[in-house]
């Protein structure tokens, strides 16, 4: 899917979200518990929390000046950031992890993704005019899988 040059950033932490997804989507008997956890923590720390930053800090806010952000799409991913924040802690604070929560954050990150590439991402490219796209961007955080 072709994406706003100003969004590259946030369409590539969604690449590395997309692979930590599928990472935990596939957690099995043979996945390790203490793995998973240290890949999730320090998916969250690095890049997971400052990306749900930039989306509700510099992005929606932005939209918010061009069209109504009181629309179930938006809401929608607002409840997913909850809900993606929600296992995070979880998958801190339990000392005893079944890996279906990580199949479901998994199933959840992917699901998320998908929602804010095809539907939240185009909304925002037509809505926004491309000179504050671009100044968006320069307040994006690095991701450190990609450099991005």
């Given at each position: 899917m072709k994406?706003?040059?100003a969004l590259h950033p946030?369409?590539?932490?969604?690449?590395?979200t997309l692979v930590m997804?599928?990472?935990l989507k596939n957690a099995d008997d043979k996945a390790s518990i203490q793995q998973m956890?240290?890949?999730v923590i320090n998916f969250w720390q690095h890049d997971g929390e400052d990306h749900f930053r930039d989306e509700e800090e510099v992005l929606l806010p932005l939209y918010a000046q061009y069209e109504t952000v009181d629309i179930p799409e938006i809401q929608e991913m607002l409840i997913q950031h909850v809900q993606i924040r929600s296992y995070v802690q979880q998958i801190r604070g339990t000392q005893r992890k079944d890996r279906q929560i990580f199949r479901n954050l998994g199933e959840l990150l992917q699901k998320h993704v998908r929602l804010e590439e095809r539907v939240i991402f185009p909304m925002i490219?037509?809505?926004?005019?491309?000179?504050y796209l671009y100044q968006a961007n320069g307040r994006f955080h690095r991701d450190t899988y990609s450099g991005f």
């Open positions: 994406r706003h040059e946030l369409s590539h932490h969604h690449h590395h997804a599928q990472q956890t240290r890949d490219e037509q809505a926004i005019p491309e000179n």
